[in-house]
Structure formats: C-alpha cells, structure tokens
C-alpha cells in the first residue's frame, strides 16, 4: 500500500464507512505513506489524514484486481494504483473511518500493552473490577481481546474474576510479563484464524494452534488435567482452571 495513491472509494454497505468521518471524498488523491496500529485500529498515514480499519469479528483486508469478484462478502473497495484493496466482512460489524487527527483515538484508547511497564500496570489494576474484564477494557489497556485475555490469566494462574485490586505487585508483573509475551507469540504466528479471519495472502494464521485454555471447554488442563472450565464475564466467553486459578474470597462473583 505504500506509495500508492487512491484513486476510488467503493462503499457496498454504508455503515462500513463509520460516522462522524471526514467526507469520503477526502480520501481521493491521498497516498499511503505509513503503516501503523493503534489498540486493535490499524493506521493508515496518509499524506494528508489517516485512513483507519477496525476488523472487529469478521473483517478481512486482501488485494484483487478485480471490484466484486466471488466474494460476497465486499463491503467495501478502494481502487489503488494496479489493485483494489477490498475490506470483506460477512457480520458487518468492521469499520472504515478517515479524519484528520488522531487526537479522538487518544482520548479513547488505553495504553499499548507492549510498551507498559510494571508502574503503569500496577495503577491501571488499582480497582475492583474483575481483571479480565479490565483486561478487555480498551480505555484501560488498548488491544488485548478475548483470547489473549484468557491465555495470559492461565499463564499467570490469576482467575478472571479477580478484582484487580487484589493483585499483588509481584502477581501481576507476571501478569504483565505472559500478556506480553503471549501477544508477541501470536503475532509471530500471524493471529488466529478460528473463524474468518486470513491473513492478506490468504492464509490462516496459527495462533489457534497453541491455546492452552481458549475454546477448551471441558477439555483437560494442560497443567493439572482438571476440565478447563466456561463463564461468561462482560458477556465475553471466559475459559479458565479453576485449579490453577485459584479464586480469591474476595473475588467478584
Ligand atoms: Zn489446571
């Protein structure tokens, strides 16, 4: 995409372009100079403005040199130099947006999980709500979603019920370090293809490959062998070992 020009914008399902957005027409003649991600937005810096996508559960990103071909699902296209880059997304749910500043995504987003240090950690986990629920809370910590939320609580033996503030320091470095490290992981398996999700050549990603608890209902502990356990927090599946994730008396129920 860098270096090349839009030449046009096709929109096959309306509320895929998101609103308030700067006009449509704005992004006519823009460039792509930068990629980048912000939480679970992906960035475009164009030479005047951004261009941003959120997939959300469905949406997919791919080249082709044609508009509409098999794929149904094309909710929207925007004509480059040689190709079109088509946004494909079966629910409906993923957004395209263009503005002129990022300053709403800042006020909006959390800080990166990547970059936080213990410090900035300890006093975001300084409240009672459940840690996977504030795991998942984007204008606490921008990008960590559901699986990873739970893969990281398992690494670090925390049940997801656990009122953050419950959390002892040394606790929940280790927190930090496995939810660092366990995103780093899935994006050298280049994300998780448990649905619709392909990477832009078309090929899934292999995270699934490696879960220890998400999706593994009833299935045996990879620690223990007792059955990984399902609750819902934040109406989010939740999938944990109540053996190696010992509740706490205080725990949120
Ligand atoms: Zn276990």
């Known amino acids: 995409m860098i270096g090349q020009t839009i030449r046009s914008t096709e929109f096959f399902w309306a509320k895929t372009y998101h609103q308030p957005s700067a006009p449509l027409e704005g992004l006519l003649g823009r460039t792509f100079h930068k990629l980048d991600r912000r939480g679970k937005y992906i960035v475009a810096h164009l030479d005047v403005g951004y261009l941003w996508i959120h997939l959300r559960m469905t949406g997919r990103l791919y080249f082709s040199q044609h508009l509409q071909g098999e794929d149904r699902w094309t909710r929207a296209a ?25 300053d709403w995504l800042e006020e909006k987003l959390g800080p990166e999980p990547l970059t936080l240090d213990a410090k900035i950690f300890g006093r975001i986990l300084h409240r009672p709500t459940a840690i996977k629920a504030l795991l998942l809370d984007q204008a606490r910590i921008a990008g960590v979603g559901n699986i990873y939320a739970d893969e990281s609580l398992f690494a670090a033996g925390v049940h997801p019920l656990e009122p953050a503030n419950k959390i002892k320091p040394a606790k929940a470095l280790v927190l930090l370090t496995h939810l660092q490290a366990i995103l780093q992981r899935a994006i050298q398996h280049e994300g998780a293809t448990i649905g619709w999700y392909r990477k832009p050549d078309g090929q899934k990603g292999s995270s699934q490959d490696h879960f220890q608890v998400y999706g593994k209902t009833n299935q045996p502990c990879p ?21 190696c994730q010992k509740k706490s008396s205080t725990a949120v129920s």
């Open 223 to 243: 620690h223990c062998g007792a059955p990984i356990q399902r609750i819902l927090v934040t109406q989010r599946s939740t999938h944990f070992c109540a053996k």
């Open 78 to 102: 925007l004509g480059l130099d040689s190709r079109y880059l088509i946004f494909s997304d079966a629910r409906k749910f993923g957004r395209i947006g263009f503005c002129l500043d990022l």
